[in-house]
């Protein structure tokens, strides 16, 4: 599986901006779909989450500001940001992971892909 993520860009505070993530290949396996972000000098962290079954979880910084949306058939999950900060300024990561079945067991596997990132500059 590879994911494919779009939509990053300048943006004015205030503003909004949509990202897309789209896993291609074998992908029955995905559960939970997430974005990340990294700024510079700084870790990588969870931005938003949604299991297969529409559970959602939010980082506290953009409750109430980002929705992640996921669309399971075609396998792809999108980040609706709203009221953009300076401080939202990143590098935003699509994150696919789940449990692949190991071949002849009934055992499974936990795997997890990472897309490349998508720039997104947020102007004060």
């Known amino acids: 599986v590879q994911l494919q993520a779009s939509g990053g860009g300048l943006v004015q505070a205030g503003g909004s901006l949509k990202l897309s993530c789209a896993a291609s290949?074998?992908?029955?396996?995905?559960?939970?779909m997430s974005w990340y972000r990294q700024a510079p000098g700084k870790q990588r962290d969870m931005v938003a989450a949604i299991t297969s079954g529409g559970r959602e979880d939010y980082a506290d910084s953009v409750k109430g500001r980002f929705t992640i949306s996921r669309n399971n058939v075609e396998n792809t999950v999108y980040l609706q940001m709203n009221n953009l900060k300076p401080e939202d300024t990143a590098v935003y990561y699509c994150h696919a992971d789940g449990n692949v079945p190991v071949p002849a067991t009934i055992k499974v596997r936990f795997v997890e892909v990472w897309g490349q990132g998508t720039q997104v500059t947020v102007s004060s």
């Open positions: 290949g074998s992908a029955f396996w995905i559960n939970t």
